[in-house]
Nanobody
Framework: QVYLVESGGGSVQPGGSLRLSCTAS????????MSWYRRAPGKERELVAR????????MYADSVKDRFTISRDYDKNTVYLQMNSLKPDDTAVYYC?????????????WGQGTQVTVSS
């Protein structure tokens, strides 16, 4: 069982910044990747950013490139999402996703979600 605890959401004005964090704990052999997704009202869930354990490569949705930065603390099993120059379109519930390996099997874990609201 993998447990994820998210924090860092809130309300901010356009152009502001927020940092989300997500810490994984529980039973697993290794972490394959850590990601952030979001779901805006009336829209499908979308992948915002992902960071892989293999080489630490990262990817971003086009809508957040050059504004958001994903990073990871390997010792703490924690992933961060630094969000700068926030726009109203970034308003959504943000979910942490972690893919782990346990006994040679891959498992997915999801955080509880944290609300990000960008409004003037």
């Amino acid at each position: 069982q993998v447990y994820l605890v998210e924090s860092g959401g809130g309300s901010v004005q356009p152009g502001g910044s927020l940092r989300l964090s997500c810490t994984a704990s529980g039973f697993f052999d290794s972490i394959l990747s850590m990601s952030w997704y979001r779901r805006a009202p009336g829209k499908e869930r979308e992948l915002v950013a992902r960071i892989d354990s293999n080489g630490g490569s990262s990817m971003y949705a086009d809508s957040v490139k050059d504004r958001f930065t994903i990073s990871r603390d390997y010792d703490k099993n924690t992933v961060y999402l630094q969000m700068n120059s926030l726009k109203p379109d970034d308003t959504a519930v943000y979910y942490c996703n972690v893919k782990v390996v346990l006994n040679w099997l891959q498992e997915d874990a999801w955080g509880q979600g944290t609300q990000v609201t960008v409004s003037s």
